[in-house]
Every structure is written in structure tokens, then in C-alpha cells.
């Protein structure tokens, strides 16, 4: 049979997941005679049907309180009808209350607690003063399926209803899915308990009278009687808050992975907690500047978020208020580019803190050679007269606006260029040519924080600040790896390093970029 195949297959089950089902089998009904001495029939048979259900339900595996819903099934009905039955009541009747984080579960327990903050308002003021979670304490209730909370006839009778609900056409009448009778149930108990619950002042207090709330519904039919009652939920607003709580969770969710990738983005860029969050504040920053719809969009399980091209300026401008970042300028829209590495016309948060980290900590030779790439504006990997030239106006614009020195002037200093470096006019610049004249520009040096430098070597550290060195730069230590940085194919001979600089790099220090981020206003 098809019990019989997957217990010749347990041994395939992880460790772990073996571990967790034999750490829970002397738990399982530790005062019930046929379980007790956690050896003999019933405790087998208890292990190789949960065994089994994790091979059966590799997404779901085991969780706890599985342990009871099987030994009470186990008490009735035999080991395949016990997984059939496990089957049915985890992948269908309660779809969604063991799966992974529990998301089916914490939809009910927060629907449950707004109803007794919109019901008992005074209950709910109750346990908050006392410190008491409502969730925290009937969470059983839900995942062990009243197994525990009410007599073993009544849970029982629970479990026939929810069965009968899910399956037969009466589920179709919103407000009574097996779910909803269970979240019926729950309600009925906290107020069968409320007056019990006002009185107690601790949360132990709480927890005993949740406990012992099940134990007097004898009658599953009075108990069912109760939970009928049209005054205690609509569908309508069931529906609406499942969907609430359910948006909720998801974001929740989303956030934890979220928080998990920029810590590891965080040791590459070799940043501490505090400074991502500073880069994330002026990202989020950002992305408020943009109606929600345009700017992030939910998925099943994660959200999202990207920045467009006219969002960029003011998020640099967050970040230096030393340089004029304006919109719409050659120079922004040259640095948007390079960033997007994925070419998609949005900056990701990894792509916006990775081009941070090469404009605000790399060395002096990862910059210029920033610099570099914003002003190859054909992609050759060599400057032409004419790019130098538009570019330097570019960049003398945005810096200095009405400012700025005659294009003739720039261009004057192109042509003195082009004859210190005996080119023709045809002729272009390398990686070395163009450092050193980018070097004599203040405006260029503003805006890639080249001021103070006059040389440019490759064990140069970035601006120096009083912060722990970097055990591992992320960021590109010589134009080559650069290059491949931001995802070009290279030769090694390209852009050579003089021999002379070809020692080894001293440790990265971070530049000066957390102290200009902290003083930032919401």
C-alpha cells in the first residue's frame, strides 16, 4: 500500500527532522496508559506514521503539535487511516496552519485578537495592563486543534464538524469554512471566560484560565450552539481581514529576508549595521518620493522596491550636500547607468549601496576610475577630445551653474591636454593620461571626492577616518578588477598597473561616508 512504500523510504528523512519527532514522542500524552512508558505499540506506531507524513509532506515536514493530532488519531483508527486522516486535516482542513512560519496560523490568532479589541474592549485593555498576549496563550487552541483544550469527546465532535464543513457543500456559504468554525470556537471560549479573565493580574493568571477555559464544554452541542451565533463574526468581514493580516504577514516576511540580504550585502561592502541603515534610510527616502504603485510592487512572498532615474539626484544630494546634485544632468544620468548593473532602468537597493560604496569608501583609483567610465560615453574604454570636453562642461554645470567658466575656456584646457600628452586631435586617452588631468579639476574632484589628492597610486587608502579598517574590500582595488566589478569582459594587459605600484594593498579604510549621512533629517 501506499503507507507500506513510504515506511520502506523513512530512512531518506533528514536527521534533524528524525531528531524533532523522536524528542517529541515521550510528550505525546505522557499520562495516557498506552503511552506512557514511551516504548511499546502505540509509541511505534506514533513515530512511524509522523515519519511517514514528513516523507509524504516535504514542504510541511513535522511540526510540533503534530505528535497529538496522530496520537489521538492513533486511539481510533489504524496507521494508514491515521496519515490519510493527517493528510487530510494539515493539507486541506487547516491548509496553511503547520506550512513553513506558520502563516495560516498567525492570520487566525490576529483576527481573533481585533475581534476582542472591537468586542471586549475593556478585556483587551485588561491584558494589555497586564502584560498578556491573547495570541501567545491559545496559539494551542488552533495548531493542536482543541486536542488538550477541550474534552477528548468534544474535540473530537470539533474535528467531525470541521471535516463535514470542508468538504461538504455548506463550505460554499461564506463565514463557514472548517476555519471559521474554529475561530467560532475560540470566541465562544473567550467569553465564556471573560469575567475570569478581568480578575487576573499576571499573565501566569491568564495563561490558567485559558487553560481550564475548554474543560466545562461538555456538550459539544451546546459548545456548537454558541458557535453559531451570527453576532460573533461576519463573512464579510472575515474575508476582509484575512486578506489584511494575510498582506501583513507577507511584509513581515519580506522584511525579515530583506533585513538577512543587507546584512550580507553589509560584510561585502564591509559596513556595520548603523551605515546600512543609513543607506537604507536614504533609499526608503526615495522611494518616498514616488507614489507607492510606481516604486514597489508585491509579489506572493516578498515585496519589491526599486528607485527610477529622477529619484537618484535627491537621494545623492541626501547622501553630500557638498555637490549640487541637479536632475536631469549628463553627469546623473552617466552614474545611474553604471549602477544599474542589471540594465533594467532601476536602481535596486544592492545596486544604489554597492555604487555608494565605490563612490564614498573605495580607494582613489576606484573613483577615478568611476570617473572614467561616466565619461566614456561611447563604451571604448579610452576619452575622446570631444567627450572630455562635454563632460567637463557637464560636471562645471552642475557644480557651479550660472557659475561656471566659458565652454571655450574648458575647451582651451582640452587642447592644452591633448599637447602635454603630444596627442592628436584624433587620438584618445588612456586610464593615466586622464587621472592626471581630472585631478587638476576641483569641479571633478568634487563631485568624486578626489580633493586633497594630487597623486594616484594603488595602495592608496580611501579618506581616512576613524573607523576600523576593512578585513576584505569589497570594493575594486585596481581598474582591471573594476572592470569586472561592474560586469565587463577584460584583458589583463588592459589598463596595466606600473610596476612600481604593484605592491600589496594596504587595508581599506571607510571615507568620511557615515559622518555626512547621520546628521540626515526625516
Not at 71 to 91: F, I, K, S, Y
Request: net charge neutral; with cysteine; hydrophobic share 40%.
Amino acid at each position: 500500500s501506499y503507507y507500506l512504500q513510504l515506511l520502506q523510504n523513512v530512512d531518506d528523512l533528514h536527521v534533524d527532522m528524525v531528531k524533532q519527532i523522536e524528542q517529541d514522542l515521550p510528550r505525546t500524552f505522557p499520562r495516557h496508559p498506552l503511552f506512557k512508558k514511551n516504548t511499546g505499540t502505540y509509541v511505534e506506531k506514533l513515530s512511524r506514521v509522523l515519519k511517514s507524513y514528513a516523507l509524504r509532506n516535504v514542504e510541511v515536514g513535522y511540526c510540533q503539535s503534530m505528535n497529538f493530532l496522530c496520537g489521538l488519531m492513533l486511539l481510533l483508527m489504524d496507521e494508514h487511516q491515521a496519515l490519510m486522516t493527517m493528510a487530510n486535516l494539515v493539507e486541506s482542513t487547516l491548509q496553511g496552519f503547520y506550512e513553513a512560519h506558520l502563516k495560516g496560523l498567525h492570520v487566525e490568532l490576529r483576527v481573533l485578537s481585533h475581534w476582542v479589541d472591537r468586542r471586549i474592549p475593556k478585556l483587551a485593555e485588561h491584558l494589555t495592563s497586564v502584560h498578556a498576549q491573547l495570541t501567545v496563550f491559545v496559539v494551542q487552541w488552533f495548531i493542536c486543534a482543541w486536542t488538550g483544550t477541550l474534552p477528548t469527546e468534544t474535540a473530537l465532535c470539533c474535528w467531525d464538524a470541521a471535516f463535514a464543513l470542508q468538504a461538504s457543500s455548506i463550505q460554499s456559504s461564506p463565514g463557514w469554512g472548517a476555519k471559521d468554525f474554529f475561530l467560532r470556537i475560540a470566541a465562544v471560549l473567550v467569553l465564556s471566560c471573560k469575567d475570569e479573565l478581568l480578575e487576573a493580574h499576571s499573565p501566569g493568571e491568564v495563561y490558567r484560565v485559558l487553560k481550564e477555559a475548554g474543560q466545562k464544554w461538555i456538550d459539544p452541542r451546546k459548545l456548537f450552539k454558541e458557535a453559531a451565533q451570527k453576532r460573533l463574526f461576519s463573512a464579510k468581514v472575515l474575508g476582509e481581514l484575512r486578506e489584511k493580516y494575510g498582506r501583513e504577514i507577507d511584509d513581515e516576511l519580506s522584511g525579515r529576508g530583506r533585513f538577512k540580504r543587507e546584512a550580507q550585502l553589509g560584510r561585502r561592502l564591509g559596513w556595520n549595521k548603523d551605515q546600512m541603515q543609513k543607506v537604507r534610510s536614504v533609499f526608503d527616502y526615495g522611494l518616498s518620493q514616488k507614489e507607492k504603485a510606481s516604486s514597489s510592487w508585491h509579489t506572493r512572498t516578498r515585496t519589491v522596491s526599486v528607485i527610477a532615474y529622477d529619484q537618484l539626484p535627491t537621494m545623492l544630494q541626501r547622501i553630500d550636500d557638498k555637490v549640487p546634485w541637479r536632475e536631469d544632468t549628463v553627469l546623473v544620468d552617466r552614474l545611474f547607468r553604471i549602477f544599474n548593473r542589471q540594465g533594467d532602468d532601476v536602481l535596486s537597493f544592492e545596486e544604489f549601496a554597492s555604487g555608494m560604496a565605490i563612490l564614498h569608501s573605495g580607494t582613489l583609483l576606484d573613483r577615478c576610475y568611476l570617473c572614467f567610465r561616466c565619461f566614456d560615453l561611447d563604451g571604448t574604454h579610452s576619452i575622446a577630445a570631444d567627450e572630455l570636453e562635454h563632460m567637463l562642461i557637464a560636471t562645471h554645470r552642475m557644480v557651479y551653474g550660472d557659475n561656471m567658466c566659458s565652454p571655450a575656456g574648458i575647451r582651451g584646457s582640452v587642447l592644452r591636454a591633448w599637447a602635454k600628452f603630444d596627442l592628436r586631435k584624433e587620438e584618445r586617452l588612456g586610464l593615466e593620461s586622464f587621472k592626471q588631468i581630472i585631478l587638476e579639476d576641483p569641479a571633478v574632484c568634487a563631485v568624486f571626492r578626489l580633493e586633497k589628492e594630487t597623486t594616484l597610486k594603488p595602495e592608496d587608502s580611501a579618506m581616512q577616518a576613524q573607523t576600523e579598517p576593512l578585513a576584505v574590500p569589497m570594493v575594486p582595488a585596481s581598474p582591471i578588477q573594476a572592470k569586472k566589478w561592474l560586469g565587463e569582459v577584460v584583458s589583463e594587459d588592459e589598463f596595466a598597473v606600473p610596476e612600481d605600484t604593484s605592491k600589496k594593498q594596504t587595508p581599506l579604510v571607510l571615507s568620511e561616508f557615515v559622518p555626512q549621512i547621520l546628521p540626515l533629517s526625516d
